[in-house]
């Protein structure tokens, strides 16, 4: 039975780790940081990477994020984990990719999908060089934390210790043989955005996810964004008109919404507000964007009348 999320110590995370792999297919320390999860199944492999602290705080059943998703298509899964925030810059990771391109492991599946988010979506980049032709997904990824190129970006000072120039370095470049990246940030987080924009290849879609705050990757699977784009990645089906189609889930996602509304508020457009709040209100059966409809509308009446 599995404890409740967030309650695995960091000895029994890791013992159910090699629980699982030991009956899917491997588990794989990687010296003291890291460790490689691989579920053997089907020929679309999906490769994420996750930290423990995320997986133990956020996983129900405290697997990394896309096993459930893998295992319900009967994918082969690969789920790189880090037990403190590195970015993945080990040699031992290194290593654990040199020995899967020497042993031509990606060879044997039809399509590979790389996926990661914030300094995970760093690794995920950065890897794919290990398997040219792999559909790279990315939320909110580091370019860098290389202060010769993001010295602009001050919220990772700890950890510019960190070598960023060495192999499998910096990131955009390591995506130079994927088939397809797909870079999918916030606009309004300034750091983000400056990082995404440096992922300039012709193969990149960029897919601006405005008015979703710091948590992006929360917020697409709360939406059940994330797994619908994961999935069609595995079906081949993956392009940016699918992911907006995808994104419409927004509409009755009553965070997004409160957030929306109070940018509308904020840049003083209480008209607009007050139809927002009225729609989503009536829409989504929701007293409290009903009343601020309405308060609104007040306000916005009074405006114009004077």
């Known amino acids: 039975m599995v404890k409740d999320r967030g309650s695995l110590s960091k000895d029994e995370f890791v013992e159910r780790l090699n629980h699982v792999g030991r009956r899917e297919g491997f588990f794989a320390p990687l010296g003291q940081d890291h460790a490689a999860l691989f579920a053997d199944r089907e020929a679309v492999l999906l490769v994420t990477f996750d930290s423990s602290a995320h997986i133990r705080s956020q996983s129900s059943d405290g697997l990394p994020y896309g096993f459930a998703l893998a295992e319900g298509r009967d994918w082969s899964h690969l789920s790189l984990i880090c037990y403190r ?28 999908i790389f996926f990661g988010a914030g300094p995970a979506g760093y690794a995920a980049a950065a890897y794919s060089v290990a398997c040219p032709g792999a559909t790279v997904i990315l939320v909110q990824p580091q370019a860098t934390l ?20 060495d192999r499998y370095g910096f990131a955009p470049d390591m995506t130079d043989g994927a088939h397809e990246v ?15 924009a440096l992922f300039r290849r012709s193969f990149t879609t960029f897919l601006p996810c405005r008015n979703m705050g710091s948590d992006l990757l929360g ?13 069609a990645a595995g079906d081949g089906a993956l392009d940016a008109r699918l992911f907006w189609t995808f994104y419409r889930a927004r509409r009755n996602h009553l965070p997004y919404l409160r957030r929306l509304l109070n940018r509308l508020e904020t840049d003083g457009r209480p008209g607009l507000a007050a139809l927002l709040a009225n729609n989503a209100g009536g829409r989504l059966n929701d007293e409290k964007f009903r009343a601020r409809a309405r308060d609104l509308a007040a306000s916005f009446r009074g405006m114009t009348a004077g």
Request: charged residues 25%; negative net charge; glycine residues 4%.
């Open 85 to 112: 925030q590195t970015w993945f810059r080990d040699p031992e990771v290194y290593g654990f990719f040199d020995r899967l391109t020497d042993d031509g492991f990606f060879d044997q599946y039809d399509r590979v």
């Open 146 to 165: 290389d202060p010769t190129y993001a010295g602009w970006d001050p919220r990772f000072e700890n950890h510019r210790r960190l070598n960023f120039t």
């Open 182 to 196: 797909f870079v999918i940030f916030d606009p309004a987080q300034t750091y983000d955005a400056m990082h995404a």
């Open 219 to 231: 917020t697409l699977t709360a939406m059940h964004v994330l797994p619908s784009t994961l999935a």
